[in-house]
C-alpha cells in the first residue's frame, strides 16, 4: 500500500509540476508560405502549408484572403500539382493573381476543418480556445510603366512653319 501511494505521489507530483500536456495531440498549421511573395498582376503563386496532424483530425484545408473573405482557396493533398506527394501533409493550391487586382500588402489566413466541415479548434493559450489557423503575407505591386525596351523611342513631330499670312483683302470704298 506504500509503494501505490508512493508510486501515486510521483506521478501526481509530476504532473502538477509539468502540467498535463495535451499540446502534442493537437494537429498544428506549420510553415505557411505564398511563393513567390512579391506579385505582380497575371503571376502565379503556390501557397503550401505543413498540418501535422497524428490522429488524422484534418480533412480539409482553406486559405482566405484577410482583405477580402470571399477569396478562398480549397487546398489540396493529393498528389495533384501544385502537391507534389499525397498524404505527405502538405498542403498546396496554385493561383494567378487577377490582373484586376489592387497593390498593396495582403495577409492570408489558412484554416484546417473536420470531417464535418467544422473549423478545428485548439488550445491557444492556458485559457484560450480557437481555431486551427496559419498566416502568411505577401504583396502586389504593378509594373512601372515604361515602353518595352526593343520598341523604337517616340520620334517628336517634325516642325511646322508657322501659317502664310494671307494677303491683305483691297480696300473698299465706304457705302455712299
Known sequence: MMRFAGVSAAIF????????????????????????????????????????????????????????????????????????????????????VPFMAPPGNFTLEI????????????????????PLTATTSWSITYPPESAPADAPAAEAPAATPPPAEAPAAPAQEPPK
Open 13 to 96: 507530483f509530476a504532473l502538477a509540476v509539468t502540467g498535463c500536456n495535451t499540446m502534442g495531440r493537437q494537429p498544428k498549421l506549420q510553415d505557411a508560405v505564398i511563393n513567390p511573395a512579391a506579385l505582380k498582376p497575371g503571376e502565379n503563386a503556390t501557397i503550401t502549408v505543413k498540418v501535422v496532424d497524428k490522429h488524422k483530425i484534418v480533412q480539409r484545408v482553406v486559405a482566405t484572403v484577410a482583405e477580402d473573405q470571399r477569396m478562398k482557396f480549397k487546398m489540396r493533398d493529393d498528389g495533384v500539382a501544385p502537391d507534389e506527394k499525397a498524404a505527405d501533409g502538405i498542403w498546396s493550391y496554385s493561383v494567378r
Open 111 to 130: 484554416t484546417a476543418y473536420n470531417a464535418k466541415g467544422e473549423a478545428i479548434n485548439v488550445k491557444k493559450g492556458q485559457k484560450e480556445i480557437g
